[in-house]
């Protein structure tokens, strides 16, 4: 499955954006689909994340303002992005693997396919 991001760009801090993924392959379960984000100079971080039967995860960070979707296609994700913060800002990825990760979706090694990546910049 290849997944091509889009959606990012440049905002100020409380603004909002939305990002898609697409996929180039309908996805059929069991599988988790996330958004990974890496901000320059630190480690790549899970963000949210869903899995085949709708079971949603978020980090802690982004709780409460961040959403993340998926149609029911199951070929196009989204992060919907509100109160958005200077320290959101980084490269966002979407990644893929078969099977459901549990608590171990925050790890970046456990995913088969990522996207490139699409930036989100939120000036102060």
């Known amino acids: 499955v290849q997944l091509v991001e889009s959606g990012g760009g440049s905002v100020q801090a409380g603004g909002s954006l939305r990002l898609s993924c697409v996929a180039s392959?309908?996805?059929?379960?069991?599988?988790?689909i996330a958004w990974f984000r890496q901000a320059p100079g630190k480690k790549r971080e899970g963000v949210a994340v869903v899995d085949n039967d709708g079971t949603i995860n978020y980090a802690d960070s982004v709780k409460g303002r961040f959403t993340i979707s998926k149609d029911t296609a199951k070929t196009t994700l989204d992060l919907q992005m509100d109160s958005l913060k200077p320290e959101d800002t980084a490269m966002y990825y979407c990644?893929?693997?078969?099977?459901?990760?549990?608590?171990?979706?925050?790890?970046?090694?456990?995913?088969?396919?990522w996207g490139q990546g699409t930036q989100v910049t939120v000036a102060a």
């Open positions: 392959s309908r996805i059929y379960g069991p599988y988790c």
């Open positions: 990644a893929y693997t078969l099977g459901r990760l549990g608590s171990l979706w925050t790890r970046e090694d456990e995913y088969d396919s």
